[in-house]
């Protein structure tokens, strides 16, 4: 129940042993049971509005069961139906989700099904459903820290267009940005360990996309303070009086490091970034491993002539580091003011 699952008998045995079961399960807690007989005297609209505080369902036949899954549906349900039996058929192709038992179930159960147990286990559901949330946010931590990276990259370069600044990045330091910088961090996002509280969280909307409110301005805040941060710092340098080659290689060095703290931050479009920072250890390690790369690219001299950079003093190290840094303040502020925005909407409605 808590992960906004509610879980709802339907059987052929007496009203008796459905009760004794259920009670025994805890389903009967805060429903009541039916009979098959009661259902008959209910019309579609009735057993709709009846649905919504019935848990258990005893001695139905298939076109009961089938009625049902209409009632949950019409109530604005995703329904997902169990059986084994060829009488279950008919209500697992019309649900949304159609169960069929693996070792027991029949062959016209399997056929009508969507998925199939191999266990017979009721708690491989819980299990499955868990891990459908689990990829489905990777999914979205994967996007949401690749499309932030290029939002960042293309207001860089669109701003200092428009203020008639030379080009921060060279080709190659685009290329090394999006092929080496985000890369690896991208895949480890993508097995990221299921977030804390994922299954007390109710399940999304039907309909509902990757791209909701909340991703969305995660996303363009992302996107926006990293242009911001390296167009200020370019600006700042090239008016210094510095060279252009070492006003570029402190914006290149800022937009990696920019993205190895967004990458963190993406971990979670809710929980805050020091939630278990460290858990995904793939993570980890592409840092790491970028860290190494970057630090060799800015100060190897074969590598300074491909990357056009050139070696930074310690201070410039530090000025990098903390432009750098940034950006976890301000996902974190943008995670809270989108927290307390949703709650006004629910609180509201």
Do not use: C
């Not at 007989?37 to 139905?60: F, K, N, P, W």
């Not at 080009?167 to 940005?177: G, M």
Request: proline share 4%; hydrophobic share 50%.
């Amino acid at each position: 129940m808590e992960a906004g699952i509610r879980p709802v008998m339907i059987t052929g045995d007496h009203p008796l042993t459905a009760e004794a079961v259920a009670r025994e399960i805890e389903l009967l807690a805060g429903g009541r049971a039916v009979t098959g007989s009661e259902l008959e005297s209910m019309d579609g609209d009735e057993l709709a509005r009846e649905a919504e505080t019935i848990q258990v369902y005893s001695r139905v036949s298939p076109e009961h069961k089938l009625r049902i899954v209409t009632a949950l549906q019409q109530n604005g349900y995703s329904v997902a139906m169990t059986g084994d039996g060829v009488n279950d058929a008919p209500a697992l192709k019309k649900a949304d989700i159609g169960v069929a038992m693996g070792v027991t179930g029949t062959d016209v159960t399997k056929e009508a099904a969507a998925m199939t147990l191999t266990d017979d286990n009721f708690a491989s559901i819980v299990a499955a459903v868990e891990q459908g949330r689990s990829v489905f946010g990777n999914i979205k931590k994967y996007l949401m820290y690749l499309l932030s990276a290029n939002l960042g990259e293309i207001g860089l370069l669109v701003g200092a267009s428009l203020l008639g600044k030379p080009l921060p990045l060279s080709a190659v330091q685009i290329l090394y940005v999006n092929l080496a910088t985000d890369g690896l961090p991208a895949l480890a996002l993508a097995v990221d360990p299921p977030e804390r509280g994922l299954m007390r969280r109710p399940p999304r909307r039907r309909g509902e996309g990757i791209f909701t409110k909340r991703v969305t301005a995660l996303i363009v805040t992302g996107g926006a303070w990293s242009a911001l941060v390296t167009l200020s710092l370019f600006s700042w340098a090239v008016s210094t009086e510095r060279v252009l080659a070492e006003a570029m290689t402190m914006t290149f060095a800022t937009l990696v490091m920019i993205e190895f703290f967004k990458a963190y931050s993406y971990r979670s479009d809710r929980n805050s970034v020091f939630d278990r920072p460290f858990a995904n250890r793939w993570l980890n390690l592409a840092i790491a491993w970028e860290i190494a790369l970057v630090v060799l690219v800015v100060n190897v001299p074969f590598l300074q002539d491909a990357f056009e950079t050139t070696t930074l003093s310690a201070a410039d190290w530090g000025i990098v580091a903390g432009s750098a840094v940034t950006i976890v303040p301000v996902l974190e502020i943008a995670k809270r003011v989108i927290r307390r925005g949703q709650m006004k909407e629910v609180t509201a409605a």
